[in-house]
């Protein structure tokens, strides 16, 4: 059975700086893009950064020049390096990547279980 185990958040004052990991394991053949989600009190879950297999990356508008995704295909781990962060920044954040398990040519959508980051004034 294939999962993503994450680590990282926590509390952290405006202006400073978080970094979470999120790991895969289990029977992989390949992982293809990986990403980072939030969700903050009373809205929805909104993508907020991308990164596929080639390495290429997108960002929302509200992250972009703050935040950094990258992944590490030996580890089969995909970080977010959060830099100048807002209080608005607070929310839970998840990953996700899409895993092909061995044995099969699909991928699946497979989530990582939400973390905590709190941004204080």
């Known amino acids: 059975q294939v999962q993503l185990v994450k680590s990282g958040g926590g509390l952290v004052q405006a202006g400073g700086s978080l970094r979470l990991s999120c790991a895969a394991s289990?029977?992989?053949?390949?992982?293809?893009?990986m990403s980072w989600y939030r969700q903050a009190p009373g809205k929805q879950r909104e993508l907020i950064a991308g990164?596929?297999?080639?390495?290429?990356?997108n960002y929302a508008d509200s992250v972009k020049g703050r935040f950094t995704i990258s992944r590490d295909d030996a580890k089969n781990t995909v970080y977010l390096q959060m830099n100048s962060l807002k209080p608005e920044d607070t929310a839970v954040y998840y990953c996700?990547?899409?895993?092909?398990?061995?044995?099969?040519?699909?991928?699946?959508?497979?989530w990582g279980q939400g973390t905590q980051v709190t941004v204080s004034s």
């Open positions: 996700k990547a899409f895993i092909v398990p061995l044995g099969s040519r699909v991928a699946v959508a497979t």
């Open positions: 289990g029977s992989i053949f390949s992982i293809d893009s």
């Open positions: 990164i596929t297999s080639g390495g290429s990356t």
